[in-house]
């Protein structure tokens, strides 16, 4: 069991739920994160599919931006949006670290209301067999809609309107 701290008394942080996830895997994610610089907490939980991991961090996070974390899936999802709809799913192959670091930057980027990074975004040294992050298929018509309304909230929210 996690005791975690109220929302009020955390720090602004990006949080990371992990069950039985792999050092590397959450390494590459940091890194992401860190590198738009924005905090980050990892805490453990007892149990989950990624996605139910990813939606409670995301309500746990004061940032409203969470990342579930196991063996199997790696989920960024947003307190915003419907519990089984996260905005990125990564698992099997589409997890290299190069990728999970791209979903590190892209909960970071969510944040900060930053373009979000997508296939066509990264850098061409890249080998075009490369695995990268993705949207997540189930809702692709869907996310469109709801990224674009989470962002012009978030941005309204920023500058106060």
């Keep these: 069991m996690v005791v975690t701290k109220p929302i009020l008394e955390r720090r602004p942080a990006v949080q990371l739920a992990t069950f039985e996830a792999a050092t590397s895997v959450l390494q590459a994610i940091l890194w992401g994160i860190e590198e738009e610089g924005i905090p980050s907490e990892i805490c ?3 149990a989950g ?3 139910v991991m990813a939606h409670q961090a995301a309500h746990m996070s004061s940032l409203n ?11 960024l999802h947003h307190r915003d ?15 290299s670290a190069e990728a999970l670091k791209t979903l590190g930057k892209n909960a970071a ?13 990264r850098s061409t040294k890249a080998p075009p067999t490369e695995p990268s992050v993705a949207p997540a298929q189930s809702a692709s018509d869907d996310l469109e809609r709801i990224v674009g309304a989470v962002m012009d909230l978030l ?5 106060g309107k």
């Design 65 to 75: 931006v969470g990342v579930g974390v196991t063996d199997a899936e790696v989920v």
């Design 81 to 95: 949006l419907p519990g089984d709809k996260p905005l990125f799913v990564l698992s099997g192959r589409d997890r």
């Design 109 to 121: 980027r969510l944040v900060k209301c930053d373009p979000l990074l997508f296939d066509d975004d």
């Design 49 to 51: 599919s990624a996605t």
């Design 44 to 46: 453990d939980l007892a």
């Design 155 to 159: 941005a309204r929210q920023r500058m």
